[in-house]
């Protein structure tokens, strides 16, 4: 069974930074394609960022330029670097792996 825990979301000021983190057990973390997804009240679920198991990315283009997703296949985590934070990315980010597998989610919140 995959388990994926988030940690990393808070409280930041407007052009502040966040890095959230997603720890996987109980699959071959280095082969799935692994993906940071956000829902803000009332709003979808939305695709944030992608990392397929050999490191191509791809960024939803209202983060592009801001956010950096990565991972670490040694130590089973994917991050995203978020940076120059606005607003509007407040949401709830959940990781994904393999397209099919959630975690709990974190709570970012920007606001001043």
């Known amino acids: 069974q995959v388990q994926l825990v988030e940690s990393g979301g808070g409280l930041v000021q407007p052009g502040g930074s966040l890095r959230l983190s997603c720890a996987a057990s109980?699959?071959?973390?280095?082969?799935?394609?692994m993906a940071w997804y956000r829902q803000a009240p009332g709003k979808q679920r939305e695709l944030v960022a992608s990392i397929t198991g050999v490191g191509s990315t791809s960024y939803a283009d209202f983060v592009k330029g801001r956010f950096t997703i990565s991972r670490d296949n040694a130590k089973n985590t994917v991050y995203l670097q978020m940076n120059s934070l606005k607003p509007e990315d407040t949401a709830v980010y959940y990781c994904?792996?393999?397209?099919?597998?959630w975690g709990q989610g974190t709570q970012v919140t920007v606001s001043s």
């Open positions: 994904n792996a393999n397209w099919e597998h």
């Open positions: 109980g699959t071959i973390f280095s082969i799935y394609a």
